[in-house]
């Protein structure tokens, strides 16, 4: 009898290996939201000039490296979505993603409501036209960002002409910007995503642990019965 079980457990614990769920892209988009980056490089205690959409009113704002971008998204599926951005000592409430694209430099001029925080998530467009522009160097590749042990699936893009050269790390399916590097002149900001909201974010870690304590269990029982056998 001791056979068949030990048999029996094996198979057991190979399915339980097999089946196991991986924690893997999580994440959701819904409103509100809330996002922090923390500043990894820019012009040390550098002081910026933000203007409004219309460039009628503008503010000054203060950065430097590990200064936080707080992030609250109002209605994140939309590319055009309203947002609340806190950089430094400066707090814009209720305006438009394309605001703070212009301000911090995220993306390229000749391609509006295409970057931001929020991207287009129209994938092959964005290849299509980023093949158009007129740039020295551009690249666009599926990748992974590993962030609280979870891992995401995103979109590197990078770009660069005489002027301007930037990076892009981008959520595949929701478009949420998740890191950043920017020079454009004599303007340097680089960030990555320090927070997400966990509310948004779906666990697998209650049925990962149940996975997980069946796996050693069976361990456990096929390695009582293997000294068991060799005893007797």
């Known amino acids: 009898m001791k056979k068949p079980i030990f048999i029996f457990l094996s198979l057991m614990l190979l399915v339980t290996i097999v089946t196991s769920p991986v924690i893997s892209d999580p994440y959701y988009l819904s409103s509100p939201q809330t996002v922090t980056y923390t500043v990894t490089n820019t012009n040390s205690s550098a002081s910026y000039a933000w203007y ?11 950065v430097s490296n590990n200064t936080n971008i707080d992030l609250e998204l109002n209605d994140p599926t939309n590319v055009n979505t309203k947002l609340n951005v806190t950089i ?15 301000n911090l430099g995220i993306g390229y001029w000749n391609m509006t409501n295409i970057f931001g925080f929020i991207s287009s998530t129209n994938w092959s467009t964005v ?18 960002y590993t962030l609280d042990e979870i891992t995401y699936s995103v ?6 002409d005489n002027f301007q050269k930037t990076s892009l790390v981008y959520h595949m ?32 870690s209650s049925s990962t ?4 304590s069946i796996i050693y269990f069976n361990i456990f029982v096929i390695a009582f019965y293997t000294l068991r056998t060799k005893l007797h």
């Not at 430094?88 to 212009?102: F, K, M, V």
């Not at 290849?127 to 992974?144: K, P, Y």
């Not at 979109?155 to 660069?160: A, P, R, T």
Request: aromatic fraction near 14%; avoid cysteine.
């Open 155 to 160: 979109m590197e893009i990078s770009f660069e």
């Open 209 to 212: 642990l149940n996975f997980n």
């Open 52 to 62: 409004n959409s219309n460039f009628t009113e503008s503010w000054i704002y203060s």
């Open 173 to 204: 399916n929701t478009g949420l910007l998740f890191s950043a590097e920017i020079a454009i002149g004599g303007f340097i900001l680089s960030f990555d995503i320090k927070s997400l909201d966990p509310s948004f974010t779906t666990s697998s």
């Open 88 to 102: 430094g000592n400066l707090t814009r409430n209720n305006i438009l993603d394309s605001e703070a694209d212009a």
């Open 127 to 144: 290849s299509e036209i980023l093949s158009m522009q007129n740039f020295i160097s551009w690249s666009f590749d599926g990748s992974n």
